[in-house]
């Protein structure tokens, strides 16, 4: 039987204040296991959580960029169930009043068809626990500090059918938090991760299929092959006359298979009833004003910028736009150096290539300060430097962003762009290598490479090519 895949996704985004969502604790990544705790965090009897203000902006600002209303009274409630990293057993969250309410990100597939995926609502609430599981002690143990971060869950409408349209969405998603900086989105780190709801209905049938819950995927990678796992198995029971069992599902990347965890739970079984600690509260619409006056370009308004200012090619400004920090990098360097289409060329080749060798996460990172990189572009475009040389230095001081300009001085590299003292080089080798001569005046081109390739070797590659080209050509002719 051919069956209609069903998707929604639960995006969990840890937002980027500098203290926790209802307490004075720090929110930073690390730091020695539950250092960062307190009485309100890990729910001593007594302590009173205060919400954070700029965790609400943040919310507020999410849901202005994409759409969302911004409800005008928001209420805390307590989602309760018991699991070992909720000190409290219950979680402060939002159902029936949440910040931001529909809104929605549209997509653009692999064949350029675009679609647009509705959002339910975007909602704060805290974030639990770590547990570290240790065979060595056979046992599990509970950091705390990740407890009470603020975090932002937005849920989408079940409109995606594919793992190519949900881990679309989920990149639209990442890049936008990202580009209103509420969020470092490092899925690595676990600042952003999801949860992908998955059923599967007859072909052309309205009536929705049972679905299952994959937790807590933390890469584009898992999210794809949990969602082309999850097909094929709920596929195959269907087939075999089985039901598929609403439930919580494990993604094993390793194994690349799921594991089932506990039967799905309803919206009443957390048995959700208002915060008797906070109190209904309403948000202003100075306050929304407030954060839209803050709202900074995203990528679309980027996009148009690069092409109608800088000059670059819609497809190169595409790609850099792809990610932020890449976009953060960019500016600063042509802040330094004026060539943003000369730069743009070298960071969509070099560059990127550089990150996809060295990173396994989809988090971009470059090593090297913006005005070093500068500087060496600088060197290379005026011909100060070869091109071999750039890619030289350019691997070294990705190692060790060590000066670009230092090692150019102190090992000699710069580039000898004198005509005559390679006329007089390749005039050496036009006299060593007479067959090489005979073989282009018979029509072998290739021997015009040969020359250059010689003598590349002897300078050690810092005679100017293109000058070496024009002459020996000129010679030879």
Not at 338 to 362: A, G, Q, W, Y
Not at 433 to 443: I, L
Request: charged share 30%.
């Amino acid at each position: 039987m051919e069956y209609d895949v069903v998707i929604g996704l639960e995006v969990h985004s840890e937002l980027k204040t500098k203290s926790k969502v209802f307490c004075s604790c720090k929110n930073e990544f690390k730091g020695e296991p539950n250092t960062h705790c307190c009485p309100v965090c890990i729910g001593l009897p007594g302590a009173l959580p205060i919400p954070n203000k700029e965790a609400v902006k943040m919310t507020i600002k999410a849901g202005l960029a994409v759409g969302s209303k911004i409800n005008d009274i928001a209420i805390f409630e307590r989602k309760n169930y018991f699991y070992p990293d909720l000190a409290k057993a219950y979680q402060i969250s939002q159902a029936v009043r949440p910040i931001c309410i529909g809104g929605g990100v549209e997509i653009e597939n692999a064949q350029g068809q675009k679609k647009f995926i509705r959002l339910n609502r975007i909602h704060l609430e805290e974030d639990a626990g770590k547990l570290i599981h240790n065979s060595k002690i056979g046992g599990t143990m509970i950091d705390y500090n990740r407890g009470g971060v603020p975090l932002i869950e937005i849920v989408s409408e079940p409109d995606m059918s594919s793992a190519e349209e949900a881990v679309a969405y989920l990149s639209k998603l990442r890049n936008i938090l990202q580009y209103i900086e509420v969020s470092d989105c490092k899925m690595e780190q676990g600042s952003l991760r999801c949860d992908v709801n998955i059923s599967l209905k007859p072909k052309g049938s309205n009536e929705l299929g049972v679905r299952a819950e994959m937790k807590n995927l933390n890469s584009f990678r898992s999210v794809a092959r949990a969602i082309e796992y999850e097909i094929k198995r709920q596929s195959r029971l269907l087939d075999e006359g089985e039901q598929v069992v609403q439930e919580t599902r494990r993604w094993d990347d390793a194994r690349n298979r799921s594991f089932s965890m506990r039967r799905k739970e309803d919206a009443q079984d957390y048995r959700y009833f208002p915060d008797p600690d906070l109190l209904p509260f309403r948000i202003e619409r100075s306050l929304v004003d407030e954060v839209k006056s803050t709202m900074p370009k995203l990528r679309d308004e980027k996009i148009e910028y690069y092409v109608n200012e800088l000059g670059l090619s819609e497809y190169d400004a595409k790609v850099l736009t792809n990610d932020l920090n890449l976009v953060k990098y960019f500016d600063k360097v042509v802040s330094y150096f004026n060539k943003p289409k000369f730069i743009c060329n070298f960071i969509l080749t070099t560059v990127l290539k550089k990150v996809k060798e060295n990173e396994e996460s989809d988090d971009l990172d470059i090593p090297i300060d913006p005005q070093n990189f500068a500087n060496l572009m600088q060197m290379y475009e005026s011909g100060k430097i070869s091109q071999a040389i750039c890619r030289d230095l350019f691997d070294e001081i990705w190692l060790n962003n060590a000066d670009c300009q230092k090692l150019v001085e102190e090992r000699g590299l710069a580039q000898n762009n004198n005509e005559d003292e390679i006329k007089s080089m390749l005039q050496e080798l036009i006299n060593e290598f007479p067959q090489s001569v005979q073989d282009y005046k018979s029509g072998n081109a290739k021997a015009l490479s040969f020359f250059i390739g010689q003598l590349m070797k002897r300078t050690q590659g810092k005679a100017n090519a293109q000058i070496a080209s024009k002459l020996i050509k000129e010679m030879l002719d």
